[in-house]
């Protein structure tokens, strides 16, 4: 029974009808932030609470199957999470609206199951979890270059423009300012009017903060991408060899079933 129900979760037709439960939830949650007629809001209540049942029979499904194995996958504890901070009803305790507030984003966790449905999204996440260290470490890198240019711009311009550069922290506002290249051609053109070699300034800091930096970010994520693609493939070329060894194991013992019945009955004969 056990390989049964683990053959059930583990179709496409099973996992299928759970994206497709998960995608109208998000939806009907979306809908339920509009004023609606009170039938109608009490018909989409109905439909949220059966989708929460049906996670909650897949969980119980595939901890079924998979027993402790279940828990050894960090996308199965992601879900189960979610299901149960769904479970915690609005008037459980006598709290706050705020708090209820807070409560009722655990419905809206819901959609992230998205995440988890779909490979392509997971290999996407796991890649970003993978690159953290990557980014820090440029991060780190970044910040050195924004203190370098923050000490510089403050020598040189923090007396006509305290606006921009009157001390380390009106500077790196400016600075932060200049990476996400919101502005930045306001600000060196004001400062360039009285100093017009500034740009000998602000042209190396752009094209280091905004685009080597951020195409080191990019390379970064790209190439774990990369590798959670392949990962991604060879346990999912595993997953198929374990998955022949057990139909074959099962096809096996019940040819030596057969044999042994066959047997049997010539041996009674």
């Not at 056990?2 to 059930?8: K, T």
């Not at 923090?158 to 932060?176: C, H, I, R, V």
Request: aromatic share 12%; with cysteine; hydrophobic share 55%.
């Amino acid at each position: 029974m056990r390989e049964r129900v683990r053959h059930l979760v583990d179709s496409r037709g099973f996992q299928g009808f759970v994206i497709g439960v998960i995608i109208a939830n998000a939806v009907v949650i979306g809908v339920q932030t509009v004023a609606l007629p009170e039938g109608v809001a009490f018909a989409l209540r109905v439909f949220d609470a059966v989708c929460l049942a049906i996670y909650c029979v897949e969980a119980v499904l595939k901890i079924y199957a998979y027993r402790a194995d279940y828990f050894k996958d960090g996308w199965n504890i992601f879900d189960f999470a979610i299901i149960v901070l769904s479970l915690v009803p609005d008037y459980l305790l006598p709290i706050p609206v705020q708090v209820a507030r807070v409560l009722r984003l655990f419905r809206i966790a819901r959609v992230f199951r998205l995440v988890s449905a779909f490979r392509q999204l997971r290999v996407i996440v796991e890649a970003i979890g993978r690159s953290v260290t990557g980014v820090v470490w440029t991060g780190l890198l970044l910040l050195i270059v924004i203190y370098v240019f923050d000490v510089a711009g403050v020598s040189l311009f923090g007396a006509d423009f305290p606006e921009y550069f009157g001390n380390l922290g009106s500077g790196l506002f400016t600075l932060l300012q200049l990476v996400t290249l919101e502005g930045w051609a306001d600000v060196a053109r004001d400062i360039m009017a009285v100093y017009p070699l500034a740009w000998m300034y602000f042209a190396p800091y752009i094209v280091i903060s905004s685009f080597v930096m951020v195409n080191v970010v990019l390379g970064i994520i790209l190439g774990t991408i990369e590798e959670s693609t392949q990962a991604a493939r060879i346990d999912r070329a595993q997953g198929e060899d374990e998955r022949l060894a057990r139909e074959l194991a099962e096809l096996k013992a019940q040819v030596e079933t057969v044999e042994y019945l066959l047997e049997k009955r010539h041996g009674s004969r």
